[in-house]
């Protein structure tokens, strides 16, 4: 056949049956959406993450202790057969000896109620050191970030939230 021949072919049976013509073009239509409906959710969430770890920062390492649960059989043991430990205050500072490295934020994450005028909400509590906010890149609205804190000395302060202020404080 030739290729007016195929052409033609095909126009005919388009105009012959209607409703498959029909069906087709909405099928066709159906898939393209579908691919460009993943093909944005695909970007829109990799731009979500890549923003993410822009936020939070390209320079930063995180240092996390050995597990200190096991889920059966033999504890935590590494291949040299010595369990980890838990980092300690000494870790921190032994780290911050490290060329090249500017901030040191040791943290320790827990929850707890906070209360205030019969009010009362369980919150998140993040325990660290002033150098914490500027690993994050973080900037404080009202007053100082943790004055005073240093490795080996807390005073008895803390930072809140905009959400805990609202909840507690109105």
């Known amino acids: 056949m030739r290729f007016y021949d195929l052409i033609f072919l095909a126009f005919s049976t388009l105009v012959r049956y209607p409703l498959r013509t029909l069906m087709l073009l909405i099928a066709t239509s159906i898939g393209v959406m579908a691919v460009i409906l993943l093909t944005a959710v695909g970007e829109g969430a990799r731009d979500y993450i890549t923003g993410q770890f822009k936020d939070m920062g390209t320079n930063l390492l995180f240092v996390v202790p050995g597990k200190n649960e096991t889920s059966g059989g033999m504890g935590p043991v590494d291949l040299a057969g010595v369990a980890p430990r838990d980092l300690t205050v000494e870790d921190a500072i032994s ?76």
């Open 95 to 170: 780290l911050r000896q490290i060329e090249g490295v500017k901030y040191i934020a040791p943290i320790v994450i827990g929850e707890t109620p906070a209360q205030f005028n019969g009010l009362e909400r369980s919150v998140p509590i993040i325990g660290t050191t002033p150098s914490f906010i500027a690993v994050r890149n973080w900037e404080m609205e009202i007053g100082n970030f943790l004055p005073g804190v240093t490795l080996d000395r807390s005073p008895p302060v803390c930072v809140i939230g905009k959400e805990v202020e609202s909840e507690l404080f109105g």
